[in-house]
């Protein structure tokens, strides 16, 4: 087994336990002050979280892939959304790594259409029966329509060149005319389908990261594949919700002059200027090294890059106010990729560096003044592969990994975002900066719906090693009540807490598990409440509590 399946990481899940914090404070903690003011309210909660995706679409109507959807819908229901790449590639629906197909487009013998919406119904069915929405990104080309289609499908691994995907399917079309009416028809399909209040939800793009290899044409063939798709899209439904590039990174002059084009350019497809444009899209990605033996993280690369593209939104007045969708945010790259640099996939570390990461995504566009809809998770399943396998994933083989509680636990908040002010914070400019290399961010993200004060912690750094356990005392302000008592629920990922990966450890790593292990895992995979003081007194309209969190732990309290 490689060495990056035994590296542990950890998050959170839901249910009841008998569970305590069993970490006691000692001489080896550090002190942190975590100050909630009631008072100082920040606007609504911003659920970015909410947008997910994969390359294999076919997983999705798959036993894991159904269980996993069902699970994300719950989160949030109806207002879940998810990416896939390959929605109308040339193929019988089989899936692979890094492939899918649904055959929704061939042509007869004399070269007319022929279209079969079989296989994509099949996939967009289980998301919206487990009350996900399609974010639905239209691609890539089909083989009869390719320019260059031979070779076509590619058959790759974790050891092949990652280049080695982009074949035939990456190429523009040979008739711009056809893409459009295969767009079209595709777009009155689902409205026919799925109904206009669902489809009036959901957002078309037009391909993946076309500043990169996933397109084999020009940016001004570009310009024209999109132009042409997004015609079709709003011929077959006027209200849809049209954007882009989803490109790779911000995108940098690719970006800037996509935008330039939508804005003031001559539309390929109707010889008019300008193209629609209700939503912005790129892409960032950290840049995590295995070295000396063990995993580092880089939050700073991230952030970086999305400081960068709201930069540039923020430079257009016309874009500036426009919903953005970070369209593919994780902390690095392919998710069916495997190595020892990404051996912080499986525990506790991804969940810490989620719960820290996306808190700063928010105050990144509070400080560019931008409109941050969505950081979009590109991790799902993979089905037919072995348990903690090392991909970048929210569940295997049908168990919930740590990282998918803290999606559970920012589901879990409402109302207004709330002011935190930490003494073990590091600042946001120096994250996106240095990333977090020195001391440990202590920190924490807090709301308040009128009822229940909500504040999830973290204690995260960049280094996947054992380090100090942060003892935290939290002071929470400007209550309504001057006198009485609070009631407190509290849920704890860290290595011992909604672990499944460390249970698996625990277990012998079985590839095998029977019946009773695997239902001990699914017990595992859950967010853990844990044993807490049932209530706390409010004295002088503030309320004051202690809590130790281990390194790369994640602790939510729900106060009423």
Known sequence: MNKYVLLVSFVIAIITSTGQNKIEKTKNDFDVNIKVDLKEKLGPVNHIWRFFGADEPNYAYMKNGKKLLADLGKLKKKEVFFRTHNLLNTGDGSAALKWGSTNIYTEDKDGKPVYDFTIVDSIFDAYIWNGVLPYVEIGFMPEAMSVKPDPYRHHWDPTLPYDEIFTGWAYPPKDYNKWEELVYQWALHCVERYGEASVEKWYWQTWNEANIPYWKGTPEEFYKLHDYAIHG????????????????????????????????????????????????????????????????????????????????????????????????????????????????????????????????????????????????????????????????????????????????????????????????????????????????????????????????????????????????????????????????????????????????????????????????????????????????????????????????????????
């Open 233 to 560: 899209v709003k011929r077959a439904f006027p209200s849809a919700k049209v954007g882009g590039p989803d490109s790779a990174g911000d995108g940098g002059n690719f970006t800037r002059n996509f935008i330039k084009h939508c804005l003031t350019g001559l539309n390929y497809a109707t010889g008019k200027t300008g193209t629609p444009m209700d939503f912005v899209s790129f892409h960032a990605k950290g840049e995590p090294t295995f070295k000396n033996g063990f995993v580092q993280m880089n939050m700073g690369w991230q952030l970086s890059t999305i400081e960068k593209g709201f930069k540039m939104i923020a430079d257009f007045p016309e874009t500036k106010s426009l919903p953005i969708v970070i369209g593919e945010s994780d902390p690095e790259g392919c998710a069916a990729c495997q190595g020892e640099q990404l051996g912080y996939r499986n525990g506790s570390m991804y969940s810490s560096y989620t719960a820290a990461s996306f808190v700063r995504k928010l105050d990144l566009a509070g400080k560019y003044g931008v409109n941050l809809e969505g950081a979009l998770t590109w991790a799902f399943e993979f089905e037919n592969q072995p348990f903690f396998a090392g991909f970048r994933a929210l569940s295997t083989n049908g168990i919930n990994k740590p990282v998918y509680n803290v999606f559970k636990m920012f589901s879990m908040m409402d109302g207004e975002r709330v002011a935190v002010n930490s003494d073990a914070e590091v600042k946001l400019d120096s994250i996106v900066k240095n990333s977090v290399r020195g001391k440990a961010d202590v920190s924490a993200y807090a709301s308040f719906d009128g009822e229940r004060v909500y504040i999830m912690a973290w204690n995260y750094h960049d280094d996947d090693l054992e380090g100090q356990a942060a003892s935290i005392h939290f002071k929470i302000e400007n209550l309504s009540f001057k006198t009485g008592k609070a009631n407190v629920s509290c849920y704890l990922v860290d290595k011992q807490h909604s672990n499944s990966y460390t249970k698996w450890l625990s277990m012998g790593s079985p590839q095998n598990p029977n019946e009773q292990e695997y239902k001990q895992l699914e017990d595992a995979a859950l967010l853990e409440q844990i044993k807490f003081s049932p209530t706390i007194p409010i004295k002088n309209n503030t309320l004051d509590f202690d809590f130790v969190l281990e390194r790369q732990g994640v602790v939510m309290f729900v106060l009423q």
